[in-house]
């Protein structure tokens, strides 16, 4: 009788224990369901937060550029408009709209080589002095000319096109660039040479000159034969700088006046929360539709600025003005 009363005990000993096992290992899991419910619930919280801030940055960069139109736009339509000899560099002003810190730049793309204009020996100038290799220089200047050159480009100081084997999986536009965007297709430009061609080239100038006083510091040196080293500092800090518009090493007869008809605003913001984006927009003040003034192209944009624009955010930004 003792004897079944202690195994009888045991065994209840043991089904309690695994009760008891069961019991902490079911709350052990619906803990750890709840936890990773919250962790995945957070993870989307802030994943829907980034997204909400990144955008409200691309409306400030887009607030900053119509407010810039707008002044541009009052200059121009002004009867006596003391900024007819500014030449628009790219060089940036700072301001804050709406407590986020705000970059703004316009270029003369009079400014630059024009894809559609220019000759094969502007071009090369270009991607020499930008550190390409002669024989590169020589092939991608080749590859655009013969991009842009129609069917019958053929004969004298001409592109003989049915020699031009195109390795890009793209046939030849055999037509004039409508984008920058379009050196993508390009023989010979791969993704690194076209971020920096896309600084400094452009299709709205329709002129083969470049107008030195407006050229971006690095395209205005490496025209101008400047040694490599200060080109590939102007690449990487364009500004401030010390150049000479009027230094006699520009060739004169690529120097030509733009008339400031196209102009690209581009714009950054910095959130207070760190969110950053950035804009472009191609602005054409002399449309042919006679109304004050028309967009020709929004992209988006790298920022290029964000060292400058957390550096003042970290000193404050009482001292710069509104945008």
């Not at 084997?165 to 791969?190: H, M, N, S, Y």
């Not at 030195?212 to 690449?235: D, S």
Request: glycine share 8%; hydrophobic share 40%.
């Amino acid at each position: 009788m003792t004897v079944c009363k202690g195994r009888h005990r045991l065994r209840h000993k043991r089904n309690s224990g695994f009760a008891l096992l069961v019991v902490v290992w079911g709350i052990g899991l619906i803990a750890t369901m709840v936890v990773a419910f919250m962790t995945s619930g957070r993870q989307r919280l802030q994943a829907a937060n980034n997204i909400a801030n990144a955008v409200a940055a691309g409306y400030v960069a887009e607030a900053a550029i119509n407010l810039k139109t707008l002044a541009l736009v009052s200059k121009q339509s002004a009867v006596e408009n003391p900024d007819n000899d500014v030449a628009y560099d790219g060089a940036p002003q700072f301001c804050i709209f709406d407590g986020a810190i705000v970059t703004v730049s316009i270029e003369d793309e009079g400014g630059k080589i024009d894809l559609n204009a220019s000759s094969p020996e502007t071009l090369r100038s270009l991607l020499l002095g930008l550190g390409v290799s002669d024989k590169k220089a020589q092939e991608v200047s080749g590859s655009i000319m013969a991009f842009r050159a129609s069917p019958s480009a053929t004969g004298s100081g001409r592109i003989a096109l049915e020699s031009t084997r195109q390795k890009k999986p793209v046939p030849l536009k055999q037509a004039l660039f409508e984008t920058i965007t379009e050196l993508d297709q390009v023989d010979g430009v791969d993704p690194e040479l076209y971020r920096l061609l896309m600084r400094f080239v452009t299709v709205n100038s329709r002129s083969p000159g470049v107008d030195a006083r407006a050229a971006p510091p690095a395209l205005f040196a490496a025209l101008a034969g400047y040694p490599a080293e200060i080109i590939r500092h102007l690449t990487a800090e364009p500004f401030p700088n010390t150049l000479n518009r009027k230094d006699p090493r520009f060739p004169a007869g690529l120097n030509q006046m733009s008339d400031r008809s196209t102009l690209l605003i581009h714009a950054e913001a910095l959130l207070p929360g760190g969110q950053t984006s950035g804009r472009d927009a191609l602005l054409n003040l002399r449309p042919a539709n006679g109304k004050p003034f028309a967009f020709r192209e929004w992209r988006r944009s790298e920022p290029v600025h964000l060292e400058e624009m957390r550096r003042l955010r970290m000193m404050g930004v009482k001292g710069e003005p509104d945008c």
